[in-house]
């Protein structure tokens, strides 16, 4: 650019006679420095231009990448969304079919074909605190889920069997409320006082440590103040955990308060002796319940119940193995007071293929416990009944299993009249989470 300006500017002159006449050197020499200081100026302009336009291609990147992270970041944030949901939300459930047959002295054999089937949901609405619903068939029993099949292929019910609450106040401690899964320890997965399908409303605590824990419990047999049986009871485990060589220990003591004495029963018919489950009741007369006809009867005593249990795991070869043994002594009855479970069990039934063999021996003496929340298969259900109990089970996968149950049992232990009872269970089970 420089050399075409003083070119053009030396040819000009060159072509005029006169103007070269009359530019002497010192006007020639100022005109030169002049065009070297436009063509510097000129030099500028270009660079300054050059820069101008390398930052505009600078920023057209930067704000090119900018809309590429927004958007990658709301994706992101919208995916995270989704996954957070789907983590925090959980399901699980199980069905069963059972054949169930059923041989007590003095009635005709009965058998049957029932099923069960629940569904559960639980979501992490915080950090610490989840919220759970859960559907199960059956109706109003508290001791029962099955319904049994027939009527026609008529629709079975299904009732509200979970909706609770669990607060993770601190590490360890779980607190619950609503109607919720038994918390209370059971040694050998069989417990003596509760039947497995029972879930208690109300309150409950759980605080586990390295080797000890602590279970609470304030449950409503009936709430309503209206209610002539209306009942608030409550209890508490204190238990320990810790290993001997190969030997892993469990052990602890339980109490409970379940205050019965002259109420009538929460569930079924007041005037009914069977609706107390083995239970002591009394008319208002004093006399045995069902002496007199359509006569409500009440509890003859509380349920003030102290509890020992213990567990020890080991393994025999490749098999898991366990003995238990569960123990409760009602102190508010003066005769027929005591219950008691011992039992083993070898193997697992969890990965395909594996078995698992249980046995138990139980004496549940009329009033040891509450008869309405106590098995409500062993003997028939309720209490005033022992005898042996034995279980297989085979896992046909991780979400499959097939098994049996036997009951050799005897009932109506207290009247004199002592009935045997055999019943036979063949179960197959799927589960899923």
């Known amino acids: 650019m420089k050399r075409i300006l003083f070119l053009t500017l030396a040819c000009s002159f060159v072509g005029s006679p006169a103007a070269v006449a009359e530019v002497t050197d010192e006007d020639f020499e100022q005109l030169r420095k002049q065009l070297v200081a436009v063509s510097l100026r000129l030099e500028e302009l270009a660079a300054e231009n050059a820069e101008l336009r390398r930052a505009q291609d600078q920023a057209a990147t930067a704000i090119a990448d900018v809309e590429t992270t ?14 957070s949901w789907a983590d925090r939300i959980k399901l699980d459930g199980d069905f069963r079919y059972r054949f169930d047959d059923i041989d007590a002295e003095g009635s005709d054999t009965r058998r049957r074909n029932r099923i069960r089937a629940r569904a559960n949901i639980k ?41 609770y609450v669990d607060w993770e106040a601190s590490d360890g401690l779980h607190i619950y409320g609503g109607k919720f899964r038994n918390p209370l320890t059971k040694v050998g997965g069989q417990a003596l006082m509760w039947d497995g399908d029972w879930t208690p409303e109300g309150l409950a605590v759980q ?17 309503d103040s209206r209610s002539s049986s209306n009942n608030f009871s409550w209890g508490a485990q204190f238990g320990a955990t810790g290993r001997f060589g190969d030997v892993k220990l469990t052990g602890g003591l339980g109490y409970y308060s379940i205050k019965t004495a002259g109420e009538s029963t929460t ?46 795991s080991f393994e025999i070869g490749d098999w898991p193995a ?44 009329a009033d040891s416990t509450l008869g309405l929340l106590t098995d409500s298969d062993f003997g028939g259900g309720g209490t005033d009944n022992k005898g042996h109990w034995l279980q297989f089970n085979y896992s046909v996968n991780r979400s499959w299993t097939i098994g049996a149950q036997y009951f050799i049992n005897e009932t109506d232990l207290t009247s004199g009249a002592r009935s045997d009872y055999n019943r036979l269970m063949i179960d197959t089970q799927w589960k899923w989470k």
């Open 70 to 83: 927004v958007a990658g970041v709301r994706a992101s944030e919208i995916a995270a969304a989704g996954d």
């Open 207 to 223: 605080y586990k440590r390295d080797w000890y824990f602590v279970n609470a419990i304030g449950n409503y047999l009936e709430s």
């Open 123 to 163: 979501a992490e609405v915080a950090d610490n605190i989840d919220v759970g619903f859960g559907l199960a068939t059956g109706g109003s029993d508290p001791g029962s889920a099955n319904q049994t099949l027939g009527g026609g292929g008529s629709s079975k019910g299904v009732v509200l069997n979970l909706a």
């Open 322 to 365: 366990k003995v238990f043994v569960d123990y409760v002594k009602n102190s508010d009855a003066s005769v027929d007071d005591t219950g008691v479970t011992l039992g083993a069990s070898i193997g697992q039934a969890r990965d395909r293929g594996q078995m698992q063999f249980t046995y138990y021996y139980a004496d549940k003496e």
């Open 267 to 312: 569930f079924g018919d007041p005037t009914d002796p069977g609706d107390y489950f083995g239970n002591t009741a009394v008319e208002a007369s004093g006399l045995p319940c069902g002496t007199t006809a359509d006569t409500t009867c009440v509890y003859l005593y509380d349920y003030l119940l102290a509890q020992v249990f213990a567990e020890a």
